[in-house]
C-alpha cells in the first residue's frame, strides 16, 4: 500500500458526459501528479500540482482539467468524454515539486467511456 | 516523441533464472531513473532506482546497470521468482521538473 488513495476505483459512462476522479496523496507529501495509462499510448505524464499551484502540464486535453484543494487532494476533471479517454487513471505524489523526489502511485481509477 | 524506449515488450524466463530488461533515453537532461513494477490492476510500484553519478544499484535481487556514454540503462532481476510476473516500467526525470517519462513497459513471466 503506497498510502495514496484515489476513487472511484471503476468508472462506468457515456459519451459526452462529465466526470471527476479523486485522489489523496500520501500524507506530508504536497506534490500530487495525474497519469493516464492506456494499451495504445502507455503510462503518460498529464498534470501536476505543488501545495495547490499547477507546476507542470504534459499531454492533457483541453476537455481535461484539474485542481489541488487546501487540503492537499487533488481532482481530475473530464469532460466531453470520447471512447478513447477509456483508460487508467493514476495518481501520484512526492514530497516536493522539483526534485528528482521518489513518486509513489495510487491503485488507479479505471475509466470506461461506452 | 517516445523519449525512453524499453525492450523486450515481454519476457518468460524459467524460476531461478535472470531476468534483464534493458532501457535507452534520449534526453540528456534526465538524471533519475527509477524502474517499478505493476501488477494487474494495481498501481506502478516503485521497485529501485539510480542517478547517474553511479553504475550500478543492488537492493537484494534486484539490480540496476547504468552506461551514462550510451545512455542505457537495465533492470536485472537475479533469481527470478514466479511471484515477480508483472510488468516493468522503465522511467525517467531530471531536476528541472518531477514528471516522469516511462518506456512502454515489459511483461515478465516467470515460469516455474
Known amino acids: 500500500d503506497s498510502g495514496v488513495t484515489q476513487t472511484p476505483k471503476h468508472l462506468i459512462t457515456a459519451t459526452g458526459q462529465r466526470v471527476t476522479l479523486r485522489c489523496s496523496p500520501r500524507?506530508?507529501?504536497?506534490?500530487v501528479y495525474w497519469y493516464q495509462q492506456s494499451l495504445d499510448q502507455g503510462l503518460q505524464f498529464l498534470i501536476q500540482?505543488?501545495?495547490?499551484?499547477?507546476?507542470a502540464k504534459g499531454n492533457i486535453l483541453e476537455r481535461f482539467s484539474a485542481q489541488q484543494f487546501p487540503d492537499l487532494h487533488s481532482e481530475l476533471n473530464l469532460s466531453s468524454l470520447e471512447l478513447g479517454d477509456s483508460a487508467l487513471y493514476f495518481c501520484?505524489?512526492?514530497?516536493?515539486?522539483?526534485?528528482?523526489?521518489?513518486?509513489?502511485f495510487g491503485p488507479g481509477t479505471r475509466l470506461t467511456v461506452t | 516523441q517516445q523519449q525512453v524506449k524499453q525492450s523486450p515488450q515481454s519476457l518468460i524466463v524459467q524460476k531461478g533464472g535472470i531476468s534483464i530488461i534493458n532501457c535507452a533515453y534520449e534526453?540528456?537532461?534526465?538524471?533519475?531513473f527509477p524502474w517499478y513494477q505493476q501488477f494487474p490492476g494495481k498501481g506502478p510500484a516503485l521497485l529501485i532506482a539510480?542517478?547517474?553519478?553511479?553504475s550500478e544499484k543492488k537492493e537484494g535481487r534486484f539490480t540496476i546497470s547504468f552506461n551514462k556514454s550510451a545512455k542505457q540503462f537495465s533492470l536485472h532481476i537475479m533469481d527470478s521468482q514466479p511471484g515477480d510476473s508483472a510488468t516493468y516500467f522503465c522511467?525517467?526525470?531530471?531536476?528541472?521538473?518531477?514528471?516522469?517519462?516511462f518506456g512502454g513497459g515489459t511483461r515478465l513471466m516467470v515460469k516455474p
Open positions: 501520484a505524489s512526492s514530497v516536493e515539486a522539483g526534485g528528482p523526489y521518489e513518486q509513489y
Open positions: 500524507s506530508g507529501d504536497l506534490s
Open positions: 500540482y505543488y501545495n495547490g499551484e499547477e507546476r
Open positions: 534526453n540528456t537532461a534526465f538524471d533519475y
Open positions: 539510480i542517478r547517474p553519478d553511479v
Open positions: 522511467a525517467a526525470t531530471n531536476n528541472a521538473g518531477n514528471m516522469l517519462t
